[in-house]
C-alpha cells in the first residue's frame, strides 16, 4: 500500500493524508482517526517523499566537514557523524555534507541555508570569537552549535563537553601523586576546545603554585603520528615531563609508542593521561598499559545534536535546553603513578 | 566581486556570466573573453550557487549509509568518505547522506535519486546478486559500484579490489610456509567482497590438496571485539589453525589480542595475514609485531568514485573506464612465518 493507494481508498487528496499521519492541526479529529485507522489496517507507512510533501520540509540537517591538507580521515569526525546517522535514521532524516578548507567555512554554510536543501545544521569546529556564530544568527534556520567559542558572550545553543573541568581535574590527580613537571599535547591552538584544556590544566598548576613551560604544549592535528612526534621531542628534553595530557587517545596512541620506544615504563617512569571520546578502535583498556582518562562519547554528542535540530525543525515550540554542558569522567587505570623520585 | 556586481559591471545576465565561466557553448567567443577577462581583473570567483544557476546540476553526490543496530563509527566507511570528501572539495561538489537500514536501501537509493538533490550517486556494501543494480541502471541519475556482484554479468561501472586473488596469494604465500590448518576471520558472509575473498582462500587451498574447515571461518562485522571474540573461540580448538587471515586490520587488532593473551607468539606459534585498507589508525607496522598485509586504499577508492561520478555529471562524454579492478599488494612483516613444527 503506497500513499496513492491510500488515497484512492479513502477518497482524501494525498496531502491530508500525510498531514493527518503528521499530527498537523490543518486536518480535524475525524478524518485523522480515519486516517490512522486505515493507515493501520493497510500497513501503510509514509515514506520520506510523502512527508517532505505534507511538511515542506526537506527532511535534512547540513554540516561543514573540516578539510586540511593531506589529512586522512579524522576518527573524531567519524564518530561524531556516526551518532548524527543513528539519530537521522530514526526520524528518517538525512543529511547533507559540505567538505570546506577552514577558512571556507563560512561561505560554506552560507550556500548551505541557501540551497534549500536542509532544514537545520550545527557549527563545530568552534574558534574563539568564532565569526560564524554571528552569520548564523542572522540567517533564517535552526542551528546548534557542538562545542562553544571563548570571547563570545551572546547566547547561542550549543551542546559542549566541560573540557576545562575535565583537564583540571585530570591535572589535580596527578598533582596529588606528586608531579610537578607537566607536558600538554593538545589539538589545534585555535579551536575552543583545545584552549579550554590548556585553561583547566594551568589553572591546576597555578592552584598549587606550579606552573606550564611553554615548550612543554603541543598544538597539533591529533593524529598518531603526531602523538608520536611530540612525545619523542619531550623525552629528548634534559628534564622530561613526568606526567603528560593528551587530547585524543589517537595522540596518546602514538605518544605511547614513543615512551615505550624510549624505554620507558608507563605508569612508573611516566604518567599519562588521555581525553577518551569513546572511539570503538581506540578502547583505553586495550591499551598494553590501560590508559587514565577523562572520558565522553563523542557519538552521544552527534546523537543529542541531531535530536536537537530535528526537534526544532519537527516542532519548533518544543521546550529544549539551549546549552548542554557534558561533565567528562576521569577514570584511572593503569598509565598513571606516583611521581618518580 | 560576486556575480551581482559582475553582471551590473559588463551589463551581461548572471546566468550567462557563469555559463561564460564553465564554457557552456550557447556564449560567443567574444562574450566569453570579456567575461574571463574581467572575472580575472576583478578576483571573481563563481561560487557553487552560480555554478548550479548556470548548470542545472545540484553539484552533489549521493550516497546510503548503511546503519546497523548498536553500531558505533564504521571506520572503513569513514577513510572511503574521506577520499570522497576529498576529490568533492577539489570540485566544488558536496554529498547527501541517506542513512538507512540494510533492508530498505533499494528505498532509500530511490528517495535520494527523487529528491533531485544529488546528480550522481554510488552504492556499496554489494551483496550476491544484488537487487540494486537493477534498479539503478532503470534510474536516470549516473551511478558507479564500489565493489561488485557475484551472479550478475559485468555490465555496470565498477571499482574494486581484486579480493579474491589478493587472499588467493596470501594463502599460498603462507602454505609455502608449509602451513596446512588455515582458519579465516572475514566480514559479513552476505557482502561480496567478503566472498571473494573466502573464494581466493579456497582456490589456493584446493590447489595444494588442502581444504578448509567450515568451523574455522567466521563471518562477522569488522570490529576490534569481535576479531578478539573469534580468535579466542579458535584458540580454543583442540588442534588450533596455525595460519589466520583477517579480512581488516580492525578485526586484527582484536586477534592479536587473543593470541597475546594465549601466551602464543605471533610469527612463529600462528601466522596472521590481515587485509589493510590504509586505515590511518591502524597501520600494520605498528602493531608490536608488524603484520603482514594485503592492501588496498579505501580513501584512494573513495577519491576514484567521486572523480568519476563528477565526471559523469560535468562531462557525459568523458572515455572513463567503465571497470576498474585494483591489485591488492602483499607485504611481507613479521606477523608471518614458517609453520610450527
Redo the contacts between chains.
Keep these: 500500500m503506497n500513499l496513492k493507494q491510500l488515497s484512492a481508498l479513502l477518497g482524501l487528496s494525498q496531502t491530508t493524508i500525510s498531514r493527518a499521519l503528521n499530527g498537523y492541526p490543518e486536518v480535524n479529529e475525524e478524518t485523522r482517526q480515519r486516517v490512522l485507522k486505515a493507515a493501520q489496517e493497510t500497513g501503510y507507512r509514509p ?3 510523502a512527508r517532505r510533501l505534507a511538511t515542506g520540509k ?1 527532511g ?1 540537517l547540513g554540516l561543514v ?1 573540516p ?1 586540511s591538507e593531506g ?5 573524531h ?3 561524531f ?2 551518532g548524527l ?2 539519530e ?2 530514526r526520524h528518517e532524516f ?8 577552514p577558512h571556507e567555512e563560512e ?1 560554506a554554510i552560507r ?2 541555508v ?2 534549500g ?1 536542509v532544514d537545520a545544521y550545527y557549527l563545530a569546529y568552534m574558534r574563539a570569537r568564532d565569526p560564524r556564530l554571528k552569520m548564523a544568527k542572522s540567517l533564517a534556520l535552526p542551528f546548534i552549535v557542538h562545542g562553544r567559542s571563548l570571547g563570545v558572550a551572546e547566547d547561542y545553543p550549543y551542546l559542549d563537553v566541560d573540557n576545562e573541568g575535565a583537564f583540571r581535574q585530570a591535572a589535580r590527580y596527578l598533582i596529588d601523586l606528586g608531579h610537578t613537571r607537566f607536558a600538554l599535547i593538545n589539538g589545534m591552538a585555535d579551536l575552543d576546545f583545545a584552549a579550554r584544556r590548556r585553561m583547566g590544566l594551568e589553572q591546576a598548576l597555578a592552584g598549587r603554585g606550579l606552573s606550564l613551560r611553554g615548550d612543554f604544549v603541543s598544538s597539533t592535528l591529533m ?2 603520528a603526531n602523538g608520536y612526534r611530540h612525545m619523542a621531542q619531550l623525552l629528548q628534553h634534559p628534564e622530561p615531563p613526568t606526567a603528560v595530557l593528551c587530547a585524543s587517545t ?1 595522540l596518546a ?1 602514538g605518544a605511547v ?1 614513543a615512551i615505550r620506544e624510549a624505554g620507558l615504563q608507563l605508569g612508573t617512569d611516566i604518567s599519562l593521561i588521555a581525553h577518551d571520546d569513546d ?5 583505553p583498556e ?1 591499551f ?1 598499559t590501560p590508559l587514565t582518562t577523562t572520558s565522553s562519547s563523542l ?1 552521544e554528542a552527534g546523537r543529542r545534536v541531531a535530536e536537537r535540530l530535528i526537534s526544532a525543525v519537527t516542532d519548533p515550540e518544543a521546550d529544549l535546553p539551549r546549552r548542554e554542558l557534558w561533565t567528562a569522567d576521569l577514570t584511572v587505570r593503569a598509565s598513571t603513578g606516583p611521581a618518580p623520585d
Design positions: 515514506n520520506r517523499a526537506a535534512s566537514m578539510m589529512q586522512s580521515a579524522d576518527i569526525f567519524a564518530e557523524q556516526s546517522a543513528d537521522c535514521l538525512h543529511f547533507v555534507i559540505m567538505p570546506a578548507h561561505q550556500e548551505l541557501n540551497s536543501s593524529t598518531d589517537v596512541l609508542r572511539l570503538m578502535l581506540l578502547k586495550h598494553s557519538r
